[in-house]
């Protein structure tokens, strides 16, 4: 989605508006999400050529910012920033297309990145995103994960409210 549908919602709703910026050159885009009404935006350390730059830059507007790592990416590539964000968003599935099944060997790097907010009395939320289900949110969340972001489970079930508690319910 893009700046015009963050708008159009943001006139819908005082809810939390987390935008994930899957996208290259992400600093490109900051000002005109945070403009749109994001209140969290979230850049991919592996799509930014300065992620410190562009985590500032979304400081500067005001808004609360996050890092998000691919499956394949180490957790030490955002070791430098963990104390600088918000939200750390590990993406459970590769960027790019919905439906795609879980990939459990994150679970580690949340894992990991709970251990060092710990013990560094850093307070960034864990997030995860792709994959996520009631078989795989209770994993998730024993992991550490406090936000679960979920599409397919919830977009190709008959009733979104009932998917939504199964996913938050699952232990």
Excluded: C, W
Aim: no cysteine; aromatic share 6%; net charge negative.
């Amino acid at each position: 989605f893009g700046p015009m549908i963050v708008r159009a919602v943001r006139k819908l709703t005082a809810l939390t508006l987390d935008t994930h910026l899957m996208i290259e050159n992400p600093g490109k885009y900051i000002e005109e999400f945070a403009d749109a009404g994001s209140d969290v935006i979230t850049i991919h350390v592996e799509a930014s050529s300065d992620p410190r730059r562009d985590l500032e830059a979304i400081e500067r507007k005001g808004k609360k910012k996050g890092v998000t790592l691919n499956p394949d990416t180490p957790i030490e590539r955002v070791a430098d920033f963990l104390g600088e964000i918000d939200l750390l968003l590990v993406m459970s599935v590769f960027p790019g297309f919905a439906g795609q099944s879980f990939i459990p060997e994150v679970l580690t790097k949340i894992e990991e990145a709970r251990r060092i907010r710990e013990k560094k009395g850093l307070d960034f939320l864990i997030e995860i995103d792709g994959g996520i289900a009631p078989s795989t949110s209770a994993i998730a969340k024993r992991a550490g994960a406090e936000i679960l972001v979920a599409g397919s489970a919830v977009f190709k079930s008959p009733d979104y409210a009932e998917a939504i508690r199964a996913i938050r319910d699952a232990r």
